[in-house]
Structures are given as structure tokens and as C-alpha cells.
């Protein structure tokens, strides 16, 4: 492939956080060209709230309908090339096998070798001994040694235990600069936190590794985790005349994301058709995170436990945190975030009486309504948790 006239040409990070109605409509035979301008490490930085996941879920569900080629700054290039992991989007597009490089020189485009950066992507480790604004651990399907130590146990190519996976979440929350209460408090934390983190992994190397003849995905498959360090603005509950009504607020994410045939596939065995009702690709996520919550859709999958939707809920209920959900055409979430206007669902008959939370998604743009709202089909699956630091 030659980025000649031809070819659409985007510009990353805009095209694949914001508006992805660009991409509707593609087929395989068209060419596409992500551009990284000079200026991209201050633009993937500027808006911390946007889902870094989302748009690497995009860009894999790109990667299944056009041909991708990139072309690089130079300077930007030389920043990504010394520490990837600091970059997760770029770092899932080095990732992405049969997708040609070229950095952009003075005259013309001149061909990149990535292979060295590509390498370090694939083998990196989640960082223990400092605080990055962003960290990646990445999995390669078919790529050899493409399982990330970070969440296979690279003598048995098994899951790590749940210890782990805790163990990974106090290093990656206690690191940098917090103070000894809220390192403190956070580390005391540690058993929720990796069960969030566990019952994500668990989850994604279910739904997000297999076809539905239960063979390996090899097609552009990534699945990973990514760590970010982020600031939100959040409402003050309650303020004096003339005070502010919102503070930044640090905060930690975790997110999953994988190239999956997505929760409904996995679950009805089926692939989601257009004609799909929405209600019940959405009723199917919910039989997947919390096992027969809707107890007349058929489960395909044998021995298969939901997710732990209600554990994950009550543990971030205490943590104060948010966790979002984009698979298929459905964008779900519940928040606990401070400030945010929480739907106080409590659970069912035999727990009525405790104040823990129903394990029901809400719909990410109706907010406080478990309707489903219709975006956009991708490809896998991405799930995204906030815990504040403060």
C-alpha cells in the first residue's frame, strides 16, 4: 500500500476518540491513512476524560473492514519510539500486524521501520516503580510470545491468580506522588480492586479470545489492559456563596479492552445481525455480567458464571468509582463518582434489605434510564473503571 491520493486520510487522536461516523460505510478494499501529527502527545493528553479504550476498539474495528497505513511525524515519532506504553492508542496501532509505516519528510513520505518499537510494545511490562500518566500491557494473538506476562502466567500460558491481579493494583495505585493516608487508604483497598480487576481479565479472556467455533482469534487480535492517571472535574456536594462548585480531582483507570466476537456472539453463539432487537442484545449483556438475571434467554456457553456484576458494583460503591461498558451497539455504565446523579437501584428479594446496588446497567447517553441507546457496531468488547485518588 502507497498513502497516494486515494487513500482517506485522518487524523489521530480526533478520529478514533470523537466522532467515528467517518468509518461508516467502508469496505475492505479501501485504503485508509491515520496521520499523527506533532503535536499529538499535548492532543491525547487534553482530554482526559474521553475513553482511550473506545478508541482502540475502533481502531481494531477499523482494521476489519479497510487497509491501515500510518504515517508518522518525525518528532512525534521520536517521542512514541522512546516510551510507547506512554502512548496506549499508538502503542494498539504498532501492535496491529500488515499495516505499513512511513514517517513524513520534507519533500515525501519515506518508509518507517517500527519493528524494533513494535517488539517493546508486545514484550513491556506495567511499570512498578513510578507513576506514568498512561501504562500498557498488550496481548498479540498468534504472535508467538504475545501473551502479556502482566496478565498470563507465561509457565502455564494460564490467567495469573486473583492475588495477582491485587497485588498489580496496589503497585500501580500506591506508586508516585500520595500522600502516606491516602497510600494508606488506598492499599487497604487492595482486595477490591483486584477483584474489579480479576473478574475484568477473567471476563475478557472468556469473551474475547475465541470465535464462536471456540477457535483463536488471529484476525487483528489484541486484547490488554490499560493503567491511565487522570484529573476530572467533580462537583462539590456542598459549597459557600461564591465558592467553586467543582474540583479537579486525580483519579485512576483501569480498562479492558479485546478483539473479541463481543458479549452477545459469545453468549448466544450467534453473530449480532442488524435486525437485532436492541432490547435484547442488551438483556444478553446482562445474563453475561450476572448469570440469569434474565433467566429465559438461553445461555450457549457450558459452565459459564456471569461476570460478578453485582461484586464489581458494591466494590466500586465503596471505592466511589464509575465503570463503562461498550460492546456491539450498546455503550452502558453506573457511576458512584462524586457529584454524578447515581440511580439508587437497590437489588431484589432475598438482598432488598442491604444497601448495595442492583446489578443493572444504565445507558451511557440517557444517563439515569436502563434504555439502551443505538451507536455505532464494533468490534470486542471495552470496559473502563474511574477510582479517585482523592
Known amino acids: 500500500m502507497n498513502p497516494g491520493p486515494a487513500a482517506l486520510e485522518v487524523r489521530l487522536p480526533e478520529a478514533l476518540l470523537n466522532d467515528f461516523r467517518w468509518a461508516e460505510g467502508l469496505t475492505g478494499a479501501r485504503h485508509v491513512v491515520l496521520v499523527v501529527p506533532a503535536d499529538y502527545p499535548q492532543l491525547s493528553t487534553a482530554a482526559p476524560a474521553a475513553s482511550e479504550v473506545i478508541g482502540i476498539q475502533r481502531l481494531i474495528s477499523l482494521a476489519r473492514k479497510a487497509v491501515i497505513g500510518v504515517v508518522w511525524d518525525a518528532q512525534a515519532w521520536e517521542k512514541v519510539r522512546a516510551q510507547p506504553s506512554l502512548f496506549p492508542l499508538l502503542s494498539a496501532v504498532l501492535a496491529l500486524r500488515q499495516v505499513q509505516h512511513w514517517t513524513q519528510g520534507a519533500e515525501a513520505r519515506v518508509s518507517l521501520d517500527v519493528s524494533t518499537t513494535q517488539r517493546a510494545v508486545i514484550t513491556h511490562r506495567l511499570a ?143 453473530p449480532l445481525q442488524p435486525d437485532t432487537e436492541l432490547k435484547l442484545e442488551w438483556q444478553v449483556l446482562h445474563n453475561c455480567l450476572e448469570r440469569h438475571y434474565f433467566p429465559k434467554l438461553a445461555d450457549g456457553r457450558p459452565g459459564h458464571r456471569g461476570m460478578g456484576l453485582y461484586e464489581v458494583l458494591r466494590a466500586l460503591q465503596v471505592l466511589k468509582g464509575r465503570i463503562e461498558f461498550r460492546t456491539g451497539r450498546l455503550y452502558a455504565y453506573r457511576t458512584f463518582l462524586q457529584g454524578e446523579l447515581q440511580a439508587q437501584m437497590k437489588p431484589k428479594a432475598p438482598l432488598a434489605h442491604l444497601a448495595w446496588p442492583e446489578p443493572r446497567l444504565l445507558d451511557h447517553d440517557k444517563k439515569y434510564v436502563a434504555i439502551p441507546t443505538q451507536h455505532e457496531l464494533l468490534v470486542g468488547s471495552s470496559v473502563r473503571i474511574i477510582v479517585p485518588l482523592d
Open 128 to 270: 512498578k516503580a513510578a507513576a506514568f500518566a498512561s501504562d500498557l500491557a498488550i496481548c498479540v494473538e498468534g504472535a508467538g510470545d504475545g501473551l502479556s506476562e502482566d496478565i498470563y502466567d507465561p509457565s502455564t500460558l494460564r490467567l495469573h491468580p486473583r492475588s495477582f491481579y491485587e497485588s498489580l493494583a496496589v503497585e500501580a495505585l500506591t506508586t508516585g506522588s500520595l500522600t502516606a493516608e491516602a497510600a494508606e487508604r488506598l492499599y487497604k483497598n487492595a482486595s477490591l480492586l483486584g477483584t474489579i480487576l480479576a473478574e475484568l481479565i477473567e471476563n475478557s479472556d472468556m469473551h474475547g479470545r475465541l470465535d464462536e467455533s471456540g477457535r483463536p482469534i488471529l484476525q487483528e487480535g489484541l486484547r490488554g489492559l490499560v493503567f491511565r492517571r487522570v484529573t476530572l472535574p467533580m462537583q462539590i456536594p456542598k459549597v459557600w456563596k461564591d465558592s467553586p462548585t467543582t474540583r479537579d480531582v486525580p483519579c485512576f483507570e483501569a480498562s479492558i479492552f479485546d478483539s473479541g466476537i463481543g458479549y452477545f456472539a459469545s453468549y448466544t453463539r450467534a
